[in-house]
Protein backbone atom coordinates (compact mmCIF):
# COMPACT_ATOMS: atom_id res chain seq x y z
CA UNK A 1 0.00 0.00 0.00
CA UNK A 2 1.63 3.59 -1.28
CA UNK A 3 2.37 5.90 1.62
CA UNK A 4 0.17 9.32 2.32
CA UNK A 5 2.09 11.99 0.28
CA UNK A 6 2.94 14.00 3.88
CA UNK A 7 5.08 10.57 5.32
CA UNK A 8 6.41 9.66 1.70
CA UNK A 9 7.94 13.79 1.52
CA UNK A 10 9.16 12.92 5.50
CA UNK A 11 10.91 9.77 4.57
CA UNK A 12 12.31 10.72 1.40
CA UNK A 13 13.67 13.69 2.92
CA UNK A 14 15.36 11.87 6.02
CA UNK A 15 16.52 9.00 3.15
CA UNK A 16 18.41 11.69 1.14
CA UNK A 17 20.85 12.57 3.92
CA UNK A 18 21.58 9.18 5.41
CA UNK A 19 25.03 7.66 4.35
CA UNK A 20 25.52 4.19 5.07
CA UNK A 21 28.48 3.71 7.53
CA UNK A 22 31.55 1.61 5.70
CA UNK A 23 31.59 -1.96 6.84
CA UNK A 24 32.02 -5.55 5.42
CA UNK A 25 29.82 -6.70 2.80
CA UNK A 26 27.27 -8.01 4.83
CA UNK A 27 26.79 -5.17 7.02
CA UNK A 28 26.13 -3.17 4.09
CA UNK A 29 23.90 -5.52 3.29
CA UNK A 30 21.89 -5.39 6.60
CA UNK A 31 22.19 -1.51 6.41
CA UNK A 32 21.09 -1.40 2.97
CA UNK A 33 17.87 -3.62 3.73
CA UNK A 34 16.52 -1.87 7.21
CA UNK A 35 17.04 1.76 4.87
CA UNK A 36 14.33 -0.48 2.21
CA UNK A 37 12.60 -1.03 5.41
CA UNK A 38 12.04 2.69 6.18
CA UNK A 39 11.49 3.55 2.70
CA UNK A 40 8.44 0.74 2.78
CA UNK A 41 7.20 1.55 6.34
CA UNK A 42 7.53 5.32 6.61
CA UNK A 43 8.93 7.36 9.36
CA UNK A 44 6.47 6.99 12.23
CA UNK A 45 3.11 9.35 12.42
CA UNK A 46 0.32 10.17 15.05
CA UNK A 47 -1.96 8.59 12.40
CA UNK A 48 -0.34 5.06 13.02
CA UNK A 49 -2.26 2.46 15.54
CA UNK A 50 0.86 2.32 18.04
CA UNK A 51 2.12 5.79 17.64
CA UNK A 52 -1.60 7.59 18.66
CA UNK A 53 -0.74 8.06 22.00
CA UNK A 54 2.86 9.31 21.80
CA UNK A 55 4.05 12.00 19.61
CA UNK A 56 7.02 11.13 17.09
CA UNK A 57 8.17 14.29 16.22
CA UNK A 58 11.26 15.58 17.68
CA UNK A 59 12.46 11.81 17.37
CA UNK A 60 12.52 12.60 13.75
CA UNK A 61 13.46 15.36 13.68
CA UNK A 62 16.81 16.54 11.49
CA UNK A 63 18.17 17.99 14.72
CA UNK A 64 18.19 17.22 18.73
CA UNK A 65 16.00 19.53 20.50
CA UNK A 66 18.29 20.21 23.35
CA UNK A 67 18.74 18.94 26.53
CA UNK A 68 20.56 20.43 29.93
CA UNK A 69 23.17 18.31 31.15
CA UNK A 70 22.47 16.63 34.67
CA UNK A 71 25.00 17.45 37.21
CA UNK A 72 26.62 13.99 38.16
CA UNK A 73 27.27 15.50 41.75
CA UNK A 74 23.42 15.72 42.25
CA UNK A 75 22.90 11.74 42.40
CA UNK A 76 25.07 8.57 42.78
CA UNK A 77 24.92 6.82 39.56
CA UNK A 78 23.40 3.22 39.27
CA UNK A 79 25.28 0.28 40.10
CA UNK A 80 28.31 2.70 41.47
CA UNK A 81 28.44 -0.75 44.54
CA UNK A 82 28.26 -3.50 42.40
CA UNK A 83 31.31 -5.48 41.23
CA UNK A 84 30.87 -5.22 37.19
CA UNK A 85 32.67 -4.83 34.10
CA UNK A 86 31.65 -1.39 32.72
CA UNK A 87 31.65 -0.56 28.96
CA UNK A 88 31.47 3.13 28.73
CA UNK A 89 30.30 5.45 25.70
CA UNK A 90 29.92 9.15 26.18
CA UNK A 91 27.44 10.50 23.76
CA UNK A 92 26.94 8.01 21.70
CA UNK A 93 30.67 6.92 21.45
CA UNK A 94 32.78 4.35 23.03
CA UNK A 95 35.11 6.09 25.35
CA UNK A 96 37.86 3.39 25.67
CA UNK A 97 39.82 4.96 28.51
CA UNK A 98 36.79 5.36 30.68
CA UNK A 99 35.53 1.59 30.09
CA UNK A 100 37.45 -1.62 31.85
CA UNK A 101 39.16 -3.71 30.21
CA UNK A 102 36.71 -5.76 28.01
CA UNK A 103 38.24 -9.38 28.02
CA UNK A 104 36.53 -11.97 30.81
CA UNK A 105 35.78 -15.62 31.69
CA UNK A 106 33.00 -17.14 29.37
CA UNK A 107 32.37 -14.20 27.59
CA UNK A 108 34.03 -12.05 24.27
CA UNK A 109 32.90 -8.27 23.72
CA UNK A 110 33.85 -6.31 20.78
CA UNK A 111 33.09 -2.75 20.03
CA UNK A 112 30.42 -2.93 16.61
CA UNK A 113 32.23 -0.98 14.34
CA UNK A 114 35.31 -3.37 14.58
CA UNK A 115 32.96 -6.31 14.23
CA UNK A 116 31.17 -4.73 11.00
CA UNK A 117 34.25 -4.70 9.69
CA UNK A 118 35.36 -8.44 9.36
CA UNK A 119 34.10 -10.55 6.77
CA UNK A 120 33.49 -13.19 9.64
CA UNK A 121 31.69 -12.57 12.45
CA UNK A 122 29.12 -14.22 14.65
CA UNK A 123 27.12 -10.55 14.30
CA UNK A 124 26.26 -11.16 10.62
CA UNK A 125 23.66 -13.68 11.63
CA UNK A 126 21.99 -11.36 13.91
CA UNK A 127 22.61 -8.00 12.93
CA UNK A 128 18.94 -6.64 11.90
CA UNK A 129 18.10 -9.85 11.49
CA UNK A 130 15.67 -9.81 14.98
CA UNK A 131 14.59 -6.67 14.34
CA UNK A 132 13.03 -7.31 10.75
CA UNK A 133 11.53 -10.34 12.43
CA UNK A 134 10.14 -7.89 15.25
CA UNK A 135 8.96 -5.61 12.27
CA UNK A 136 5.98 -7.94 11.49
CA UNK A 137 2.92 -7.23 12.23
CA UNK A 138 3.96 -4.26 13.81
CA UNK A 139 5.90 -1.79 12.02
CA UNK A 140 8.80 -0.31 14.38
CA UNK A 141 10.45 2.18 11.93
CA UNK A 142 12.83 4.05 14.15
CA UNK A 143 14.45 0.39 15.03
CA UNK A 144 15.34 0.19 11.26
CA UNK A 145 16.32 3.77 10.92
CA UNK A 146 19.23 2.32 14.09
CA UNK A 147 19.86 -0.67 11.94
CA UNK A 148 20.62 1.67 9.50
CA UNK A 149 22.60 4.41 10.62
CA UNK A 150 24.44 2.90 13.94
CA UNK A 151 28.07 3.31 13.87
CA UNK A 152 28.63 2.47 17.40
CA UNK A 153 27.81 -0.03 20.31
CA UNK A 154 29.03 -3.57 21.07
CA UNK A 155 28.72 -7.15 20.35
CA UNK A 156 28.43 -9.20 23.48
CA UNK A 157 28.77 -13.33 22.67
CA UNK A 158 28.63 -15.49 26.45
CA UNK A 159 29.67 -19.01 26.24
CA UNK A 160 29.82 -20.05 30.18
CA UNK A 161 27.99 -18.60 33.15
CA UNK A 162 29.11 -14.65 33.37
CA UNK A 163 29.64 -14.22 36.66
CA UNK A 164 30.21 -9.98 37.06
CA UNK A 165 27.85 -8.34 35.11
CA UNK A 166 28.53 -6.37 32.02
CA UNK A 167 27.37 -2.56 32.40
CA UNK A 168 26.84 -0.21 29.46
CA UNK A 169 27.42 3.52 31.01
CA UNK A 170 25.81 6.15 28.97
CA UNK A 171 27.31 9.81 30.05
CA UNK A 172 25.96 12.77 28.45
CA UNK A 173 27.82 15.72 28.37
CA UNK A 174 27.11 17.53 24.88
CA UNK A 175 23.35 19.40 25.45
CA UNK A 176 22.67 18.95 21.89
CA UNK A 177 24.05 15.18 21.50
CA UNK A 178 22.42 12.86 19.48
CA UNK A 179 23.38 9.19 19.91
CA UNK A 180 22.01 5.85 18.00
CA UNK A 181 23.68 2.93 19.42
CA UNK A 182 22.79 -0.75 18.48
CA UNK A 183 23.67 -3.89 20.24
CA UNK A 184 24.12 -7.54 19.56
CA UNK A 185 24.28 -10.07 22.30
CA UNK A 186 24.02 -14.13 21.62
CA UNK A 187 24.00 -16.00 25.06
CA UNK A 188 24.94 -19.82 24.29
CA UNK A 189 23.34 -22.63 24.99
CA UNK A 190 23.75 -23.13 28.85
CA UNK A 191 25.37 -19.71 29.38
CA UNK A 192 24.29 -17.26 31.88
CA UNK A 193 24.72 -13.12 31.35
CA UNK A 194 23.44 -10.45 33.09
CA UNK A 195 23.44 -6.92 31.72
CA UNK A 196 23.33 -3.65 33.23
CA UNK A 197 22.56 -0.05 31.43
CA UNK A 198 22.52 2.92 33.10
CA UNK A 199 22.54 6.98 32.25
CA UNK A 200 21.23 10.01 30.17
CA UNK A 201 23.67 9.06 27.10
CA UNK A 202 22.24 11.96 24.81
CA UNK A 203 20.07 14.67 24.40
CA UNK A 204 18.35 12.37 21.81
CA UNK A 205 19.29 8.51 21.99
CA UNK A 206 17.92 5.69 19.97
CA UNK A 207 19.33 2.36 20.94
CA UNK A 208 18.09 -0.49 19.55
CA UNK A 209 19.38 -4.51 21.17
CA UNK A 210 19.25 -7.71 19.24
CA UNK A 211 19.70 -10.76 21.95
CA UNK A 212 19.41 -14.30 21.04
CA UNK A 213 19.24 -16.58 23.85
CA UNK A 214 20.09 -20.49 22.58
CA UNK A 215 18.45 -23.32 24.58
CA UNK A 216 19.23 -23.93 28.37
CA UNK A 217 20.71 -20.36 28.15
CA UNK A 218 19.39 -17.10 30.53
CA UNK A 219 19.74 -13.49 29.83
CA UNK A 220 19.21 -10.99 32.70
CA UNK A 221 19.05 -7.51 31.72
CA UNK A 222 18.54 -4.42 34.38
CA UNK A 223 18.69 -0.97 32.56
CA UNK A 224 17.96 2.49 34.64
CA UNK A 225 16.75 5.53 32.76
CA UNK A 226 17.12 9.04 34.55
CA UNK A 227 19.05 11.78 35.34
CA UNK A 228 18.63 14.31 32.77
CA UNK A 229 15.44 16.10 33.29
CA UNK A 230 15.02 17.60 28.94
CA UNK A 231 16.42 14.41 27.59
CA UNK A 232 14.34 12.08 24.98
CA UNK A 233 15.20 8.46 24.15
CA UNK A 234 13.37 5.18 21.79
CA UNK A 235 15.00 2.19 22.50
CA UNK A 236 14.21 -1.63 20.93
CA UNK A 237 14.72 -4.56 21.99
CA UNK A 238 13.81 -8.09 20.05
CA UNK A 239 14.71 -11.16 21.88
CA UNK A 240 14.88 -14.64 20.63
CA UNK A 241 14.26 -16.81 23.27
CA UNK A 242 15.28 -21.17 22.86
CA UNK A 243 13.95 -23.94 24.52
CA UNK A 244 14.65 -23.82 28.22
CA UNK A 245 15.87 -20.41 27.69
CA UNK A 246 14.94 -17.44 30.54
CA UNK A 247 15.03 -13.81 29.29
CA UNK A 248 14.23 -11.06 31.90
CA UNK A 249 14.38 -7.72 31.47
CA UNK A 250 13.76 -4.72 33.84
CA UNK A 251 13.27 -1.28 33.40
CA UNK A 252 13.28 1.41 35.57
CA UNK A 253 12.52 5.38 34.27
CA UNK A 254 12.56 8.59 36.19
CA UNK A 255 12.77 12.24 34.46
CA UNK A 256 13.05 12.92 31.02
CA UNK A 257 10.88 14.60 28.25
CA UNK A 258 9.88 11.64 26.55
CA UNK A 259 11.00 7.85 26.87
CA UNK A 260 9.47 5.20 25.24
CA UNK A 261 10.72 1.40 25.07
CA UNK A 262 9.69 -0.94 23.06
CA UNK A 263 10.36 -5.04 23.63
CA UNK A 264 9.29 -7.58 21.24
CA UNK A 265 10.24 -11.22 22.39
CA UNK A 266 9.33 -14.57 20.20
CA UNK A 267 9.50 -17.60 22.41
CA UNK A 268 10.47 -20.26 20.11
CA UNK A 269 11.87 -23.31 22.04
CA UNK A 270 9.01 -25.51 24.02
CA UNK A 271 9.87 -24.49 27.79
CA UNK A 272 10.89 -20.74 27.34
CA UNK A 273 10.41 -17.89 29.82
CA UNK A 274 10.50 -14.05 29.17
CA UNK A 275 9.32 -11.44 31.66
CA UNK A 276 9.34 -8.08 31.09
CA UNK A 277 8.30 -5.47 34.26
CA UNK A 278 9.34 -1.77 34.22
CA UNK A 279 8.57 0.92 37.03
CA UNK A 280 8.45 4.14 36.12
CA UNK A 281 8.02 8.06 38.43
CA UNK A 282 7.29 11.23 36.66
CA UNK A 283 5.74 14.60 37.05
CA UNK A 284 5.24 17.96 34.97
CA UNK A 285 6.48 17.30 31.58
CA UNK A 286 6.79 13.30 31.55
CA UNK A 287 5.74 11.82 28.87
CA UNK A 288 6.72 7.68 29.03
CA UNK A 289 5.11 4.72 26.92
CA UNK A 290 6.13 1.18 27.23
CA UNK A 291 5.28 -1.02 24.10
CA UNK A 292 5.48 -4.52 24.35
CA UNK A 293 4.77 -7.61 22.04
CA UNK A 294 5.44 -11.25 23.04
CA UNK A 295 4.58 -13.73 20.60
CA UNK A 296 4.66 -17.48 21.90
CA UNK A 297 5.69 -20.34 18.95
CA UNK A 298 6.43 -23.08 21.35
CA UNK A 299 4.82 -25.59 23.55
CA UNK A 300 4.80 -24.59 27.39
CA UNK A 301 5.88 -21.21 27.62
CA UNK A 302 5.48 -18.44 30.05
CA UNK A 303 5.77 -14.94 29.44
CA UNK A 304 5.18 -12.28 32.40
CA UNK A 305 4.51 -8.09 31.79
CA UNK A 306 4.63 -6.22 34.63
CA UNK A 307 4.59 -2.46 34.52
CA UNK A 308 3.71 0.43 37.54
CA UNK A 309 3.57 4.31 36.41
CA UNK A 310 3.48 6.92 39.17
CA UNK A 311 2.50 10.21 37.47
CA UNK A 312 1.74 13.65 39.08
CA UNK A 313 1.42 17.36 37.91
CA UNK A 314 0.17 16.35 34.33
CA UNK A 315 2.64 13.51 33.53
CA UNK A 316 1.12 10.86 30.97
CA UNK A 317 2.09 7.34 31.19
CA UNK A 318 1.20 4.44 28.18
CA UNK A 319 1.69 1.20 28.18
CA UNK A 320 0.71 -0.86 24.61
CA UNK A 321 1.08 -4.81 25.63
CA UNK A 322 0.30 -7.32 23.78
CA UNK A 323 0.82 -11.77 24.09
CA UNK A 324 0.02 -13.55 20.42
CA UNK A 325 -0.01 -17.24 21.04
CA UNK A 326 0.55 -19.04 17.34
CA UNK A 327 -1.19 -22.08 16.44
CA UNK A 328 0.25 -25.10 18.16
CA UNK A 329 1.79 -23.03 21.03
CA UNK A 330 -0.40 -25.17 23.90
CA UNK A 331 0.49 -25.06 27.28
CA UNK A 332 1.07 -21.71 27.16
CA UNK A 333 1.02 -19.29 30.58
CA UNK A 334 0.87 -15.22 29.71
CA UNK A 335 0.46 -12.79 32.12
CA UNK A 336 -0.07 -9.30 31.75
CA UNK A 337 -0.30 -6.39 33.94
CA UNK A 338 -0.21 -2.79 33.50
CA UNK A 339 -1.07 0.03 36.64
CA UNK A 340 -0.77 3.38 37.26
CA UNK A 341 -0.78 5.72 40.77
CA UNK A 342 -1.80 8.95 39.35
CA UNK A 343 -1.21 11.50 42.28
CA UNK A 344 -3.26 14.12 41.01
CA UNK A 345 -6.17 14.96 38.57
CA UNK A 346 -3.90 16.31 35.89
CA UNK A 347 -2.17 13.33 35.25
CA UNK A 348 -3.09 10.55 32.24
CA UNK A 349 -2.06 6.68 31.71
CA UNK A 350 -3.27 5.47 28.63
CA UNK A 351 -3.20 1.48 28.07
CA UNK A 352 -3.66 -0.71 25.31
CA UNK A 353 -3.72 -4.02 26.42
CA UNK A 354 -4.40 -7.40 23.95
CA UNK A 355 -4.44 -11.08 23.72
CA UNK A 356 -4.41 -12.61 20.28
CA UNK A 357 -4.80 -17.04 20.65
CA UNK A 358 -4.68 -19.34 18.41
CA UNK A 359 -4.61 -22.39 20.35
CA UNK A 360 -6.63 -23.80 23.43
CA UNK A 361 -4.77 -24.95 26.24
CA UNK A 362 -3.38 -21.64 27.15
CA UNK A 363 -3.79 -19.80 30.23
CA UNK A 364 -3.41 -16.00 29.76
CA UNK A 365 -4.60 -13.25 31.25
CA UNK A 366 -4.43 -9.30 31.34
CA UNK A 367 -5.73 -6.27 33.28
CA UNK A 368 -5.28 -2.54 33.59
CA UNK A 369 -5.93 -0.30 36.15
CA UNK A 370 -5.55 3.42 37.23
CA UNK A 371 -5.89 4.90 40.79
CA UNK A 372 -5.10 7.13 43.19
CA UNK A 373 -3.53 6.80 46.73
CA UNK A 374 -5.74 4.40 48.69
CA UNK A 375 -6.93 7.28 51.31
CA UNK A 376 -7.73 4.19 54.23
CA UNK A 377 -4.07 3.12 54.09
CA UNK A 378 -2.99 6.36 54.37
CA UNK A 379 -4.96 7.26 56.77
CA UNK A 380 -3.96 4.28 58.70
CA UNK A 381 -0.54 5.05 58.38
CA UNK A 382 -0.93 8.48 59.56
CA UNK A 383 -2.97 7.44 62.77
CA UNK A 384 0.13 5.61 63.68
CA UNK A 385 1.65 8.38 63.41
CA UNK A 386 3.86 8.38 60.57
CA UNK A 387 3.72 11.58 58.73
CA UNK A 388 2.03 12.14 55.44
CA UNK A 389 4.74 12.67 53.14
CA UNK A 390 6.30 9.60 54.38
CA UNK A 391 3.37 7.29 54.79
CA UNK A 392 2.44 8.68 50.96
CA UNK A 393 6.04 7.25 50.03
CA UNK A 394 5.83 4.29 51.51
CA UNK A 395 2.20 3.12 49.53
CA UNK A 396 4.28 4.09 46.15
CA UNK A 397 7.06 1.79 46.96
CA UNK A 398 4.17 -0.95 48.11
CA UNK A 399 2.66 -0.35 44.50
CA UNK A 400 5.51 -0.71 42.49
CA UNK A 401 6.85 -3.67 44.32
CA UNK A 402 5.12 -6.46 41.82
CA UNK A 403 7.31 -4.48 39.31
CA UNK A 404 10.44 -4.64 41.18
CA UNK A 405 10.63 -8.21 42.19
CA UNK A 406 10.64 -9.16 38.85
CA UNK A 407 14.79 -8.74 39.45
CA UNK A 408 16.46 -11.86 40.51
CA UNK A 409 19.21 -10.29 42.17
CA UNK A 410 18.72 -9.09 45.14
CA UNK A 411 21.71 -6.41 45.14
CA UNK A 412 20.42 -4.77 41.99
CA UNK A 413 16.78 -4.56 43.66
CA UNK A 414 17.87 -3.22 46.63
CA UNK A 415 20.01 -0.77 44.55
CA UNK A 416 16.47 -0.23 42.11
CA UNK A 417 14.60 0.44 45.44
CA UNK A 418 16.91 3.16 46.85
CA UNK A 419 17.28 4.66 43.82
CA UNK A 420 13.52 5.42 43.75
CA UNK A 421 12.96 6.08 47.07
CA UNK A 422 15.32 9.11 46.83
CA UNK A 423 13.70 10.03 43.52
CA UNK A 424 10.54 10.23 45.72
CA UNK A 425 12.32 12.00 49.01
CA UNK A 426 13.60 14.88 46.57
CA UNK A 427 10.13 15.40 44.96
CA UNK A 428 8.38 15.70 47.99
CA UNK A 429 5.25 18.69 48.61
Known amino acids: MALPKAKLDATEAWLAGVTLPAGAAWA ?7 LARVRDMGLPGRRDEYWRFT ?8 DAPAAAVFDPKDETP ?4 LDRLKVVFVDGVFDAEASDDLSGAGIEILRLSEAMKTDIHWARDLYGVLEARGQVPVARPLAAMNTATATDGVVIRATARVERPVSLVYLHRDTGSDA ?3 HVVRVEAGADLTLLENGPAAARFNKCMEVDVADGGAFHHVRTQGRDHERRAATHIFARVGAGSVFKSFTTTVNGVLTRNEVVVELTGDGGVAHIAGAALGDGEFHHDDTVFVTHDAVGCESRQVFKKVLRDGAVGVFQGKILVRQGAQQTDGYQISQSLLLDEGSQFLAKPE ?3 YAD ?3 CSHGSTSGAIDETALFYLRSRGVPRSDAQDLLVMAFLAEAIDEID ?3 IAEDIRS ?9 RR
Do not use: Y
Request: charged share 35%; net charge neutral.
Open 180 to 182: VLH
Open 409 to 411: RPE
Open 419 to 427: RLEGWLSRH
Open 55 to 62: RPDTMIAP
Open 28 to 34: TEARRAA
Open 361 to 363: DVK
Open 78 to 81: AFDA
Open 355 to 357: LEI
